[in-house]
């Protein structure tokens, strides 16, 4: 049955597993709306909705493969035609390839880079048109972004972080880091972590999208990065000090903070605290 357009609703990427997963539980008791798990595998999305449903939660299901964009564009019309709008998105889907890995470097990076940063930057750019007063948006980076940056050159490191980068800018930066690292000339500018690039990419990108959203005028509309610390997950393995529940924590509070909230909004979020990320005084 279609909903009425105008109900709220909330889009959770990579909810199928571990820290997704436990998002969309916690939004399905705390947010006054529809919560839609969203998965690249439509039968681990369907059978990690029923395993909800069988809690008494209600999630929706929409396959999505953030990778994909006629995927990401099937979800926007989805949006459109049947919620009008989009009222928390969350950016959860990322991956990280293991230490034991024997891929290529350069793989790696082609890899990392295409998930965690420009599908996720393409999810952004599909879906910020349809965000409704008051909408909230949720990029899960990583405190590895943080050590990585501070492995940058100084003068990387300054781009990074001056308040004044564009997105323009940003983008060729990542693709810089991923030529460099073709020709084999990365050493002396970039660290050599596929993953911690990766997510030096989505913590600035949030920070830019406040700003731009603010210069429109869209004072109302809150985007936060967040690290939800180490946490067992498949990717964070079972040593990790916290559960996933505990990381999902600091993600859904900022998929659900207040009208009129003045703080966090554009900054980098863990345990529900502030880390610095401007010139100069990144940790
Ligand atoms: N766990 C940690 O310690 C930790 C720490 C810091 C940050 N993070 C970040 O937290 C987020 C979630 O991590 P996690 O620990 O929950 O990892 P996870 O258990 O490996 O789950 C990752 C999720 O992302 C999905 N995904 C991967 N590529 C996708 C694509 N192209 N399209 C749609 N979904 C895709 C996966 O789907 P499949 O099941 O189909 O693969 C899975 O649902 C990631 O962004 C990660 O970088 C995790």
């Known amino acids: 049955m279609a909903e009425a357009v105008g109900t709220r609703v909330a889009v959770v990427t990579g909810g199928n597993k571990g820290l997704g997963f436990e998002v969309v539980k916690s939004l399905c008791r705390l947010f006054k709306g529809d919560v839609l798990l969203t998965a690249r595998n439509e039968s681990l999305g369907r059978a990690a909705v029923a395993s909800l449903e069988q809690t008494g939660l209600k999630p929706k299901f929409f396959q999505l493969d953030i990778t994909d964009q006629t995927s990401i564009a099937s979800l926007a019309t989805h949006l459109s035609n049947k919620y009008g709008g989009l009222d928390v998105l969350v950016n ?3 991956i990280m390839f293991g230490r034991s890995s024997t891929s290529p470097f350069e793989e790696q990076v082609k890899t990392t880079m295409k998930v965690n940063f420009w599908a996720n930057l393409n999810v952004c750019k599909t879906f910020f048109p349809l965000l409704r007063s008051d909408a909230r948006v949720v990029n899960v980076s990583s405190m590895l972004g943080s050590t990585a940056l501070n492995k940058c050159a100084k003068d990387l490191k300054g781009r990074f972080t001056s308040p004044h980068i564009t997105l323009d800018e940003l983008e060729s930066l990542m693709e810089t880091f991923e030529n460099d690292v073709s020709s084999g000339t990365y050493s002396q500018t970039w660290p050599e972590t596929a993953y911690g690039v ?8 949030s920070l830019i999208q406040q700003r731009l959203l603010d210069r429109e005028g869209k004072t109302d509309v809150v985007v936060n990065a967040c690290c939800p610390g180490w946490c067992r997950t498949d990717m964070g393995g079972q040593t990790a000090t916290n559960s996933a529940e505990e990381g999902a924590d600091t993600i859904v509070y900022l998929a659900t903070l207040p009208p009129e909230t003045m703080s966090p909004r554009g900054e980098l979020v863990t345990k529900r605290k502030i880390k610095p990320w ?4 990144v940790l």
């Open 198 to 205: 990766s997510k030096i990419g989505v913590t600035t990108m």
């Open 278 to 281: 401007t010139k100069g005084t």
């Open 92 to 94: 959860n889907a990322g």
